[in-house]
């Protein structure tokens, strides 16, 4: 049985081209930077092709600030095309139940925008004559 997600399903969460090339260029240079420093580290890809770079031994975390490749954590064009979507897409149902918006990360970690709104007494739900 298959885990994960499926990489046809990515829509358009993908990566174009480019954007993978370019962020899988700094995420190699960051794997390089942290084995020079006997650390452990691989790239690993999701399916909508974004890589990141994955360690495994880092007590501390001196190698990852040494080496962190700061682009790796921007969203890309496709990306901020597409999560602003759904953030759109998702602003109606959260104003129905009285919650901000949100704004969504590459990997759809989520905070909301602003605090959450009161819900409206029964009152003023309540048609008046």
């Not at 064009?77 to 704004?103: D, F, G, V, Y």
Request: glycine letters at 4%.
């Amino acid at each position: 049985m298959a885990t994960g997600i499926d990489p046809r399903s990515v829509g358009p969460y993908r990566l174009a081209t480019a954007e993978k090339t370019a962020l899988r260029k700094h995420a190699d240079q960051a794997v390089r930077c942290l084995r020079a420093q006997a650390v452990i580290a691989h790239v690993t890809v999701a399916p909508g092709r974004r890589p990141s770079v994955s360690v495994a031994n880092d007590p501390g975390g001196q190698g990852a600030r040494a080496c962190h490749a700061p682009v790796l954590d921007r969203l890309t064009a496709t990306e901020q095309a597409a999560l602003k979507t759904l953030e759109k897409l998702t602003a109606p149902c959260l104003r129905r139940r009285h919650l901000s918006p949100i704004t969504l990360s590459h990997d759809f970690t989520w905070r909301f925008t602003a605090p959450a709104t009161s819900a409206p007494t029964p009152e003023a739900r309540s048609p008046t004559a």
